[in-house]
């Protein structure tokens, strides 16, 4: 796919904006391109987001990124509901599936490349259209399967281990494996650099037959939705910078502790939360 005269990106990320409905009968505008995507722009990227949704989705919050749209009938639509046993998450909709051959031409070079997906809809072949990027990937959406009734539930990794192995970086939750050991401990086999955030906890990341323990700053929470895309966004940008997982890990809990502090997207870190955690991890 060619987009004539699109600006120049440094950081790309795959994936679904999501229509998160909440408790009023309202929305609003979520997912990890969203978040990562607003986060990146912060630490001062220029951000392109490939994604798919109705032409009608207000993306005002998105106004400063580059967003290429793949037209759907309907968004992906999520709503979560508290229950005794922990989180429901319900999905009612799902935009277009996300192929290769619908980058854009002038994006397949990007330096960063964040394959983001929500809802299974990031085909995972979409890593060959990006040969000399970081490829870094954020799995959850490849982790979800969804019943009859829009229940969505946890599943092991369906696929063959090309992706994993061709990713430079691999951000996922303990959440996202339902607190499998096991499971931590096979991927961290296969995958190059694997990092599991765990809330309040902090991070643990596997590298080079090494682990280590990046523990959180305590703080108020007021609402962690999208902090595991603040972190994942703060990683790769300062892996890039530097080359260094210890030092985008500590950078990364960091930032993402302060923006449970505020809700949904006023959660997006600011010039002086990123500055004091520059100088606090070199």
């Not at 679904?16 to 607003?38: C, F, K």
């Amino acid at each position: 796919m060619s987009t004539n005269n699109l600006p120049p990106i440094d950081y790309l990320i795959v994936g679904h904006v999501t229509q998160d409905l909440i408790d009023d009968h309202s929305w609003r505008l979520g997912g990890t391109a969203s978040y990562a995507g607003l986060t990146a722009a912060a630490l001062g990227h220029q951000v392109g987001v490939l994604t798919s949704c109705s032409p009608e989705l207000d993306l005002t919050p998105l106004k400063d990124i580059q967003v290429s749209i793949i037209p759907s009938e309907h968004n992906t639509t999520f709503r979560n509901l508290q229950t005794e046993t922990g989180r429901q998450q319900l999905l009612f909709h799902r935009a277009q599936p996300l192929s290769a051959e619908m980058v854009p031409e002038e994006w397949r070079s990007v330096p960063i490349v964040h394959l983001g997906p929500v809802a299974d809809e990031v085909d995972p072949q979409i890593y060959t259209a990006f040969t000399t990027s970081l490829l870094c990937l954020t799995p959850q959406g490849w982790l979800r399967q969804v019943d009859a009734t829009g229940q969505v539930f946890r599943r092991k990794w369906p696929f063959n281990h090309q992706l994993l192995q061709a990713a430079d970086a691999v951000v996922l939750s303990i959440e996202d494996l339902d607190g499998d050991e096991a499971e931590v401990e096979a991927l961290a086999e296969v995958c190059s650099l694997l990092i599991v955030t765990e809330n309040a906890q902090g991070a643990r990341v596997y590298w080079n037959g090494d682990t280590r323990r990046f523990p959180a700053p305590k703080v108020k929470l007021v609402e962690d939705t999208g902090a595991g895309d603040i972190f994942a966004a703060c990683f790769f940008h300062r892996l890039y910078k530097t080359n260094d997982p210890w030092e985008a890990a500590r950078f990364a809990v960091q930032v993402a502790a302060w923006s449970v502090t505020r809700r949904h997207l006023e959660s997006i870190p600011r010039p002086q939360e990123i500055f004091q955690a520059q100088v606090q991890v070199i």
